[in-house]
């Protein structure tokens, strides 16, 4: 299991690498207009794909080793068909992104998700190495076509990143379809009822988890450009990608956890796992934490530009909550991997509620530094309710979760092992 960790974290460090220098692109030539533009293209194809993910999301890696790849996918896809079509309408009415892009955000949602389908698919058939590849060689092909389109074509505009994710996405779907091939079965009606059925049951429950999840991580994008502009929008989601990278290594655990746990029906051993690689997280969190704290603000201007000498006064109010959640975020994953999806809808609800309240009341006075308080309170009611739930089914409390010495020599074994291969 180290192995796969190790492997997908350097996965993430590399895929979260592009994105950076794809942002840096974007900052220094567009300025924080620009990345404002960006992030709220970005942000609405992620709330259209809320939408598609009922069927298709990441319930499909707990149903991938239990039912048809085919009847999974036919109905996948199908699904995201419909809810692509009926979200232009949508957008076009909402105007959350400007006219030109409108039909940009709907299509590049259905090669999105379809993609994202195809690759939870090899993490439900507990296929890490591939996910992992697939991950890196996206944001490979987002970043050289962006950077060509860019500069070779002397086209520095927004659009050179639109025409760059079609490049980057289209070719991932094609080429992850062909992978995940091998999975596939002999279509027919019979059963598929029953799929349906799953889908929608695990499905719904799950995306009704993700949906709050997603709508108080990007709230304050929309609440800020409400109230202010674009250019701010682009210096608080700047902050935010930045102190995200404290979950690199978080994410990486959940992804292994969750494939693991996801194809087993062993509960308490699930547990032991979450509480281990748990610790594991918050050793490194911690350390990245105090990593963050002795970056100067010259730096952020250094690398995105003059417009975001602001995002090291926002990532200290940020760093709080992002660093919390990185510990609950493993326990969400047990709960998911082993179809408990109703308790992070608890957890979830819970947060959405306080980031609704915390953003309308700190956004208008105190800006960027209200909405960063705002996403940190709205973590740390996550963690609550998650870690609360998480004794009461295995009666493990939070303080197992603070690594010892002997983690660390555990930890320092394993390391040696993987090296010594």
């Known amino acids: 299991m180290f192995q796969k960790i190790f492997t997908t974290s350097a996965a993430q460090l590399a895929e979260r690498l592009l994105v950076l220098f794809t942002v840096i692109m974007i900052t220094q030539y567009l300025g924080d207009s620009g990345k404002g533009q960006q992030t709220l293209i970005l942000s609405t194809i992620e709330f259209i794909l809320l939408a598609c993910q009922i069927i298709g999301g990441a319930s499909i890696i707990y149903l991938a080793s239990r039912y048809s790849i085919t009847k999974l996918i036919v109905s996948s896809y199908l699904w995201t068909l419909v809810i692509a079509f009926i979200s232009y309408f949508v957008i076009d009415y909402l105007q959350p992104v400007a006219s030109e892009f409108i039909f940009h955000v709907s299509l590049l949602t259905v090669f999105f998700s379809f993609t994202q389908i195809n690759m939870n698919i090899m993490l439900g058939r507990d296929n890490i190495n591939a996910f992992n590849i697939f991950k890196i060689l996206t944001a490979v092909i987002l970043f050289s076509s962006f950077a060509f389109i860019f500069f070779a074509l002397d086209e520095k505009n927004l659009m050179s990143y639109i025409y760059s994710l079609y490049i980057a996405q289209i070719g991932m779907f094609v080429v992850s379809l062909i992978y995940i091939r091998k999975y596939f079965d002999q279509f027919s009606f019979d059963g598929f009822k029953k799929v349906l059925n799953a889908t929608v049951k695990y499905g719904f429950v799950n995306q009704i988890s993700y949906t709050m999840h997603v709508i108080s991580h990007l709230l304050g994008?929309?609440?800020?450009?409400?109230?202010?502009?674009?250019?701010?929008?682009?210096?608080?989601?700047?902050?935010?990608?930045?102190?995200?990278?404290?979950?690199?290594?978080?994410?990486?655990?959940?992804?292994?956890?969750?494939?693991?746990?996801?194809?087993?029906?062993?509960?308490?051993?699930?547990?032991?796992?979450?509480?281990?690689?748990?610790?594991?997280?918050?050793?490194?969190?911690?350390?990245?934490?105090?990593?963050?704290?002795?970056?100067?603000?010259?730096v952020y201007q250094m690398i995105f530009g003059k417009d975001f000498s602001g995002v090291k006064y926002i990532t200290l109010f940020l760093l709080p909550g992002i660093a919390l959640h990185n510990v609950s975020l493993l326990a969400g994953h047990y709960f998911s991997g082993t179809g408990q999806f109703v308790i992070n809808v608890y957890a979830n609800g819970a947060a959405l509620i306080t980031t609704v309240a915390a953003m309308y009341l700190l956004v208008p006075t105190y800006g960027m530094v209200g909405a960063a308080s705002s996403m940190s309170i709205s973590f740390l009611v996550f963690a609550g309710v998650t870690l609360y739930f998480f004794k009461k089914e295995s009666g493990i409390g939070p303080l197992a979760f603070i690594p010892r010495l002997e983690d660390f020599k555990a930890l320092k074994e394993e390391f040696n092992k993987f090296i010594s291969k």
């Open 221 to 298: 994008h929309f609440i800020i450009e409400s109230y202010y502009d674009d250019s701010h929008v682009g210096v608080f989601a700047t902050a935010v990608m930045v102190t995200e990278a404290l979950w690199m290594l978080g994410k990486s655990i959940a992804t292994v956890q969750y494939a693991r746990i996801s194809n087993t029906d062993d509960n308490k051993a699930s547990q032991l796992l979450t509480v281990n690689v748990t610790k594991f997280a918050v050793a490194a969190t911690m350390l990245g934490v105090i990593v963050f704290l002795i970056i100067p603000p010259s």
